[in-house]
């Protein structure tokens, strides 16, 4: 099974960001749909069904709730060049230090670290008709210091059909 372990997002941010996407114009972007928002912690790929009580085991952390907001909008690879649209998350070193804490614990499981940038991928860019009527469009838009508290992180499955990703909670890990 397909796994990674994220944040959910409070609903009324999940519509905020929802209303974001009507506001660029000129590409042709496909959009993560409202219900699977979320802010990655660590992609962790196919594990066995053998390993799922264990994985489940080492996730359980001792970490603090977390206040949030979000902040600006972010392309990757770059601004220039735009493949993938997402929001970014402040103060990213709150998310950086749960999602190192989760890092070393599953350090036996998963050795191999990634860089991380704290982010809600909202869409990735098919195609953009016109770029400067494209950039003018993302120049316009203005994004509210939206703020939300965190109290958990879950271990999702995640199963890639024709329609998009079809999550499912396997875990929820409360923070304190």
């Known amino acids: 099974m397909r796994l990674f372990l ?86 990213e070193e709150q998310v950086i230090m749960l999602q190192q804490k989760i890092d070393e614990h599953l350090l036996t499981l998963f050795p191999g670290e990634q860089k991380f940038q704290a982010h809600i991928t909202i869409g990735r860019i098919k195609s953009i008709r016109r770029k400067e009527d494209f950039f003018n469009s993302v120049n316009s838009i203005v994004i509210e210091k939206k703020p939300f508290k965190i109290n958990s992180f879950q271990l999702m499955s995640s199963t890639l059909t024709k329609n998009g990703p079809i999550y499912k909670v396997l875990e929820n890990v409360t923070l304190s």
């Open 6 to 91: 994220a944040i959910d997002l409070p609903e009324e941010l999940k519509e905020y960001i929802f209303q974001l996407e009507k506001k660029f114009k000129e590409a042709k972007i496909t959009w993560v749909s409202k219900k699977n928002l979320h802010l990655t912690l660590k992609f962790l790929g196919e594990i066995e069904e053998k390993d799922l009580l264990k994985l489940k085991d080492q996730i359980q952390i001792e970490a603090k709730s977390l206040s949030l907001y979000i902040s600006n909008l972010g392309f990757f690879p770059n601004a220039s060049n735009p493949t993938v649209i997402w929001v970014s998350i402040e103060p």
